[in-house]
Structure formats: C-alpha cells, structure tokens
C-alpha cells in the first residue's frame, strides 16, 4: 500500500495567546494570528495554528473545536513561556541538549481529567533542532475538541523555523496501516515512542512499528540532526488556574504517578538529563533513575 500524505493548507485569521509562567521567569507578550492547516486520513485531520516571535515566546491559539492549540516544547526558546489573559501552556519536562540522531522513552498512557476549559492534557518525546525552532513530536494526547471524545489517542505534529502546523497531517507520510496517528491508545498501556532520523526522513515509531516519517524536504533539508530532545508532560489550559490533571493527577512524588522509562538518544551521548517545571503548585515532575522521570499533578483546582 503506497503510503499516504496527509494534510493541505489554507489560511485563516488567529487571535493567539501563550501562557503558563516558568517558575522564575516573569514576562509578558502579545499575541499573534497564526496559519491554519488541515487534512485527512480515516477521517478529517485535526488543526492548529500558531505563529513564532522572534527572541520572545511562541505563542499558540486559544480556538474553537475547529484548532486545537499546541505548546512548543517549555525549553530551547527566549522565553520558556508568558501568561497572557489568563490562559496558556504548562509542563512538567525533562529535556537534554545534545546532538543525537533523535530520541524516545517508554510511556505509561494516562487518561488525565481535561477539563470543560482546557483543551488537552499530553505526554510525549520531542526531537528539536539546536535553536528549538524545528521539532518533531510525538506522544499520547487526551483532547475532547481534538478527537470528540476524552480517551488518550496517539498524536504527531512537527513545527517549521518555530511555526506550529497541524496533528497528525501537514506532510506527514503514514506507513502502517496499524499503527497510526489519531488511533486511540489503551490507557494503561505501554507505548514506546522512538523519533529518529534516517535516510532524508523524520520516522516516527511506536512499540517497534514505523507509524510514519516526516520528509526532510518539509525543512528543505535543512534538519537533519537533533540538538535537544525533551520527554514531558504539557497541559493547555484556558484559564488560570489549570484545572486539568497531567498525566494520572498525581505528583510525581507518588510512586504510580505517569511516567517514562528508557529515555533514550538515537546515536546520541549517555542520557544525563535536566527537570523544568512551570508551576510546582500545580505539577511536577522527579527524576527517578538516569534514564526514568515521574511527572504529573492535578493542576489548580482540586
């Protein structure tokens, strides 16, 4: 079966906020429109859009069920993150800067409480150029706007010099007919997702299986090595404060809080790894073996 690429363009005006405050970090940004693109594979391709300001902070909009908003991953930008209106993204990371061929871990999927407000609550690897503009990712997502429902799905997306596209689509080149962006994911399983760069292309793995790749050509060739990965829990939120749980609602200090295991770099150095966290209050994440973090809480409102 040839394998198919999912996703076109169209342009549509945005208002777009960012937020979620690193701890330490005080700023504040304005918003911008962004570009919208969508498309199709079993179904319509869920959409996003957001726009990049250069040397302050990306920001991601704040939609309707039509967009669902993706944080760019909290490190490798100016400004981890800005709080505008209220609203914005929150994290609970590990992250590693290093040149590597790419990078994954063992992830334990949750099904996290997103509340009515919010609009999804994540975990998952990001493979990121040096400067932390170009990034492939992939992960467990639970999104009601997303997907119409609340059960944990599989997700890709991939950014373009720090500008946000679409899940699972906008170039993206699906080769399983199994295993494939969107599908839903039993919580409770165990999916290892593994990024990593071969032959011109961005291939996106889960439990060993090829989902897909990302050509190269989508960056004109111009990525083709990684020099941050990041394994992390991300909640976008509505208002402030979040009041969606990250991973299963739990502290990473509890020993059955989410996790990820085995994190990895393809054709990179020893893993030696550094925590961020946005807000403590909210979530948190722990360091639990060289290569294993816990993260998660149950936001601001429990």
């Avoid at 962004?34 to 391709?45: I, K, L, P, R, V």
């Avoid at 599908?183 to 990593?196: D, W």
């Avoid at 790749?213 to 208002?239: C, K």
């Avoid at 020893?270 to 979530?283: E, F, H, K, R």
């Amino acid at each position: 079966m040839r394998p198919k690429v999912r996703g076109s363009f169209h342009t549509t005006a945005l208002a777009t906020l960012a937020g979620g405050l690193i701890v330490s970090v005080a700023m504040a940004g304005t918003a911008m429109a962004g570009t919208s693109t969508t498309g199709s594979n079993q179904g319509t391709a869920r959409s996003t859009a957001a726009a990049w300001l250069p040397d302050v902070v990306q920001t991601a909009q704040l939609a309707s069920a039509a967009h669902e908003p993706k944080g760019m991953p909290a490190v490798g930008r100016a400004v981890p993150d800005v709080r505008a209106a209220g609203s914005g993204f929150w994290y609970a990371d590990a992250n590693q800067h290093a040149t590597s061929s790419g990078g994954g871990g063992t992830y334990l999927v949750e099904d996290p409480t997103v509340a009515a407000s919010d609009f999804h609550s994540l975990g998952e690897v990001a493979v990121q150029s040096a400067d932390g503009k170009q990034i492939v990712e992939e992960g467990w997502i639970v999104a009601r706007q997303l997907f119409g429902d609340i059960l944990p799905h599989l997700f890709v997306f991939h950014w373009v010099n720090g500008v946000a596209t679409c899940y699972d689509g906008c170039g993206f080149v699906s080769t399983s007919t199994v295993t494939t962006a969107g599908m839903t994911l039993p919580a409770g399983s165990t999916q290892r997702f593994i990024i990593k760069q071969a032959a011109g292309q961005w291939r996106v793995m889960d439990n060993g299986t090829e989902v897909g790749y990302f050509p190269d050509s989508l960056w004109r060739g111009s990525y083709n090595q990684a020099g941050l990965t990041q394994w992390f829990g991300e909640v976008a939120a509505g208002e402030t404060p979040p009041c969606s749980q990250m991973g299963d609602g739990q502290f990473a200090s509890a020993p059955s809080a989410a996790s990820i295991k085995n994190i990895t770099l393809v054709h990179g150095p020893a893993v030696s790894i550094s925590l961020l966290v946005t807000n403590p209050a909210y979530y948190s994440v722990q360091q639990t073996s060289s290569t294993s973090i816990r993260f998660g809480g149950p936001g601001g409102c429990a």
